[in-house]
C-alpha cells in the first residue's frame, strides 16, 4: 500500500515513524521544501505557525544521516528553550524508528552544562539542537564538535534576531565546514537579517507558503475603536466580561508588554508576562506555569509568543495593529485551532486607519464591535460615511424637488419642510397610480 509521502522516495523508517503520528498528507510546505533539501539548495522558508515546517526539513536531512558515523551531521538552533524543546521531540520521534541509533541530543541554557560536557566526551551526537548561546559555549570549550556537519538550520530566524543571538548563531555558522547545506525558517526575513544569509548561504532558493485561508471559519474577527476610550480598561473589560478560557494579549513591544501587565496585575488578574526582555530563567518558569495553565491571561510580544504551544486559546486581543503586518495573521492564528471557536479582537485609532485597510485588502474581514453597559453588541462600520457617500450618489437625482428645496431656502418660508414633504409624498402617489394603470 503506498502512502502520499512515498514521492519523495524516503527511507521507510522515516514513513512509519510520520504514519505514527498521523501525517496523511504533506502540507504545501512539506511538498515545497523536501524534494529541494534533497537536492542539495540552500532553502529560506517562510511559512505561517502549524505549517508543518518542522518536518519539511527534518525528513530530507534524517534520510541523508550515516548513522554509522558518530560525528555531528546537523546542527540545529532555535531562539528559546521552549521551541529547541519542540524540536527535539519531533527529532526523537523520528530517530525511535532508525535501524540503526541515531542520536538526538538538545542543549539548552539553564541546564547543567558539566553533564553535558561529561556525556560529549564519551558519544558526539548525530542531531544537535539547542539554543544559541549554549550551543555556542560548548563548541568553543571543545567540548561539541560541529566541524563535522554537512548541515545547519536556523529556526525562526527573526525571533532569533529579536532577541539578540544572530551573532552567536553566526559564530556557530562560521565554525562549520564550507560548502555545507544551510536552511533558513522564518515568519518573516527582517532587512536586518540580510547580511547573515548573503554571508552563509549559497543562491539560495525562497520558498513562501501563504495559508489559503487566512482566518480559520471559526474565528470571530472583531475590531474595536479605542478613539476617546481607556485602552487599559477596555482590554480588562474584555478578559472580563467573556470569561474567556485562556486569553493572549499582543502588545508591540517589550515596553508595553509590561505597562499592560502591571495595569492589569493592578486590578486583581493574575496575568504572565512574556518578552525577549526577561531573564531565560524566569521565562522558563513562566512557559512552565502557561504549559500546566496556571494562568488564564497572558501579556506578550509576537515573536517571544512563539514558545506557546497551547491548543485551548479562546480568545486574542491585539493591544496594537503589529507594527509588520503579516503578524496579525499569525497572532490571529493562535485561537480556533482544531475547529476549536476562538474570538480575535483588534483595538485600533485613529492612526491605525491604513494598516486596516491593508489588512482587509488582504481579504480579511471585520466584524465591527463596541462595549456598552459591560455588554459586547454590535458597532457601525468605520467606513459607513464612504459608503452612504457612495449610495445617496448612485439614487436618482429629482430636478423638480431639488429645485423646489432651492426657492424655499431662498425664501425662508415658513412651513417650507412640509411643503417639500407634501410633494414628495404626492409624487410617490403619482407613481403608484401610474404603475396599477399599467399593471
Given at each position: 500500500?503506498?502512502?502520499?509521502?512515498?514521492t519523495f522516495n524516503l527511507s521507510p523508517f522515516l514513513i512509519e515513524a510520520i504514519s505514527e503520528i498521523g501525517f496523511n498528507e504533506p502540507t504545501d510546505i512539506q511538498k515545497k521544501v523536501i524534494p529541494e533539501v534533497k537536492k542539495g539548495r540552500d532553502i529560506i522558508g517562510q511559512s505561517q505557525t502549524g505549517s508543518g515546517k518542522t518536518h519539511s526539513f527534518l525528513l530530507p536531512i534524517f534520510n541523508k544521516i550515516d548513522a554509522s558515523k558518530q560525528e555531528v551531521q546537523v546542527v540545529i538552533t532555535a531562539p528559546s528553550r521552549e521551541l529547541a524543546e519542540q524540536l527535539t521531540n519531533a527529532a526523537a520521534q523520528l530517530a525511535e524508528h532508525a535501524p540503526e541509533p541515531i542520536i538526538v541530543q538538545s542543549f539548552m541554557g539553564g541546564t547543567d552544562k558539566n553533564r553535558q560536557v561529561q556525556k560529549l566526551q564519551n558519544t558526539q551526537p548525530h542531531v544537535v539542537i539547542g539554543t544559541p548561546g549554549r550551543l555556542l559555549d560548548l563548541i568553543q570549550s571543545n567540548a561539541l564538535r560541529t566541524h563535522t556537519a554537512p548541515f545547519m538550520v536556523v529556526d525562526e530566524a527573526d525571533m532569533t534576531l529579536d532577541m539578540g543571538f544572530l551573532e552567536d548563531v553566526d559564530q556557530i555558522a562560521s565554525r562549520l565546514p564550507k560548502g555545507g547545506q544551510m536552511l533558513v525558517f522564518s515568519a518573516t526575513i527582517p532587512q536586518k537579517l540580510q547580511p547573515f544569509l548573503k554571508k552563509y548561504m549559497q543562491n539560495p532558493l525562497v520558498i513562501q507558503v501563504e495559508n489559503?485561508?487566512?482566518i480559520a471559519d471559526t474565528v470571530e474577527n472583531w475590531l474595536m475603536s479605542t478613539k476617546g476610550k481607556n485602552k487599559i480598561d477596555m482590554i480588562y473589560k474584555l478578559l472580563t466580561i467573556g470569561q474567556p478560557y485562556l486569553a493572549l494579549v499582543f502588545a508591540n513591544t517589550k515596553e508595553h508588554v509590561d505597562e499592560i501587565s502591571l495595569e492589569l496585575k493592578k486590578k486583581g488578574l493574575k496575568v504572565a508576562t512574556v518578552h525577549g526582555g526577561i531573564p531565560s530563567r524566569e521565562r522558563r518558569r513562566v512557559m512552565r506555569q502557561i504549559q500546566?495553565?496556571?494562568y488564564q491571561y497572558i501579556v506578550a510580544t509576537d515573536l517571544a509568543a512563539r514558545g506557546i504551544d497551547i491548543e485551548g486559546i479562546s480568545h486574542v486581543i491585539n493591544a496594537e495593529v503589529p507594527q509588520d503586518l503579516d503578524f496579525f495573521v499569525h497572532r490571529v492564528g493562535r485561537t480556533g485551532r482544531n475547529q476549536m471557536k476562538g474570538i480575535a479582537i483588534t483595538l485600533y485609532g485613529p492612526d491605525d486607519e491604513q494598516d486596516i485597510q491593508i489588512i482587509e485588502n488582504k481579504g480579511i474581514a471585520f466584524q465591527p464591535k463596541d462595549i456598552r453597559n459591560n455588554e459586547i453588541v454590535d458597532s457601525y462600520d468605520r467606513n459607513r460615511r464612504d459608503k452612504r457617500k457612495k449610495t445617496d450618489q448612485d439614487k436618482s437625482f429629482d430636478p423638480e424637488?431639488?429645485?423646489m428645496r432651492k426657492r424655499m431656502k431662498k425664501n425662508i418660508?415658513?412651513?417650507?419642510k412640509r411643503k417639500i414633504a407634501r410633494k414628495k409624498e404626492?409624487?410617490?402617489k403619482r407613481a403608484r397610480r401610474l404603475k396599477r394603470n399599467n399593471d
Open positions: 500500500m503506498t502512502h502520499p509521502f512515498d489559503e485561508q487566512v500546566n495553565l496556571d424637488i431639488h429645485g418660508k415658513p412651513g417650507y404626492e409624487k410617490k
